[in-house]
């Protein structure tokens, strides 16, 4: 067994429904410097994936030196408390990684089983400071490493003048609130009428898709929206380029990527004031925030945006700026410092 060797647990799925997340581009890297990746799962089938993230973990128990949890809220937290718990009687060190909005209410629920969890960990690491925070009482050390991004795919330009040009870009699912989308844009159009939204995502839910077409067509701004699905993570740059103004609509959120790629690129962003997303940068430099499900406020934040110009070009320049600090080069390291000082200290 080498001891750059490592088990990547989680949600490695790669379909129409579902593009690569940061785990694939973790794999990949690591890889590309000499560290042996087993990963699990990529079974679509919830209970399917549990069973062959159990299988793995025990199988290939001598080829690897220690293993990697993504930990959600709900029913996927017991998918990390399975394979924690048999990780544990195998003896391997264990890295919590902590997602989604949800998390800390979960954990206010449930405390018990959090604290048990994180107990069996080496380390806990989250890319959200809200997370960081919310859950410190179940652990005396959260390590803060913030989600990597690829600069190098950015297609940065300044928004100075920008455009009622609106993108929307998250899962179709109801926690995301893709609706809300519509309505700010139904709010701008007697001001703005050449104003139109791209909405682009996986669907998660199919109700949720359902729904969005149907009030898209009852506003009867069909043609003022454009809904792509199942598109890859590649082309999503591009699709940002075209737009100007990135709105974020969540209920939860932690670090989205899809925010931040907004940020790399220049949009003027503006976004629910929800859960991780004002730990990502200060409202009125980096971005605007205002109160979740409120679309008459996003769309007075829009209006500003759209009628003050050197609003726009800061909110711009400073979010372009702010997340240059987050590349893979600088993010990286930071994994593989961690993971070689557990493995030292475990096989020393």
């Known amino acids: 067994m ?69 930990v959600f809220s709900g029913k996927a937290f017991i998918f990390a408390e399975a394979c924690a718990k048999l990780l544990k009687w195998l003896r391997k060190p264990i890295v ?32 959200s400071p809200f997370l960081q925070n919310s859950l410190r009482q179940y652990s005396s050390e959260i390590h803060l490493i913030n989600n990597p991004i690829d600069i190098s795919q950015g297609i940065y ?39 139109h939204l791209t909405m682009i995502g996986p669907v998660k839910s ?26 890859p993570h590649d082309q999503v740059s591009a699709f940002l380029d075209k737009a100007d103004i990135f709105i974020n609509t969540s209920n939860y959120d932690t670090a989205p990527r899809s925010l931040l790629e907004a940020m790399l690129n220049g949009l003027c962003v503006i976004s629910t004031n929800v859960g991780g997303i004002p730990y990502l940068g200060i409202d009125g430099q980096e971005f605007l925030l205002v109160p979740p499900g409120d679309h008459l406020a996003m769309a007075d934040a829009i209006r500003r945006v759209l009628t003050e110009p050197e609003l726009a070009a800061k909110l711009s320049s400073n979010a372009h700026k702010k997340v240059e600090q987050d590349d893979w080069s600088i993010i990286l390291p930071q994994w593989e410092n961690l993971f070689s000082s557990i493995v030292e200290r475990n096989y020393s």
Not at 166 to 174: D, K, M, N, P, Y
Not at 183 to 194: G, I, K, W
């Open 2 to 70: 080498s001891q750059k060797s490592i088990l990547l647990i989680g949600n490695h799925l790669s379909t129409k429904h579902s593009n690569k997340n940061v785990w694939h581009y973790m794999a990949e890297k690591l890889s590309a410097r000499g560290w042996q990746v087993i990963t699990t799962s990529s079974q679509q089938n919830q209970a399917l994936r549990l069973i062959d993230m159990l299988h793995t973990i025990y199988a290939q128990r001598r080829e690897y030196a220690l293993a990697q949890i993504d």
């Open 96 to 127: 919590l990684t902590l997602h989604g909005g949800g998390l800390p209410e979960f954990a206010a629920k449930h405390p018990l089983r959090v604290q048990h969890l994180f107990q069996r960990a080496d380390a806990v690491v989250t890319p």
């Open 157 to 195: 330009r300044q928004r100075s003048s920008p455009q009622p040009k609106l993108i929307w870009v998250r899962a179709f699912h109801e926690i995301y609130n893709p609706e809300m989308a519509l309505r700010v844009l139904a709010d701008l159009q007697p001001e703005f009428p050449e104003s």
């Open 206 to 231: 199919h109700a949720c898709m359902q729904s969005v077409r149907t009030l898209a067509a009852q506003m009867q701004h069909d043609h003022h929206v454009e809904i792509i699905t199942g598109i």
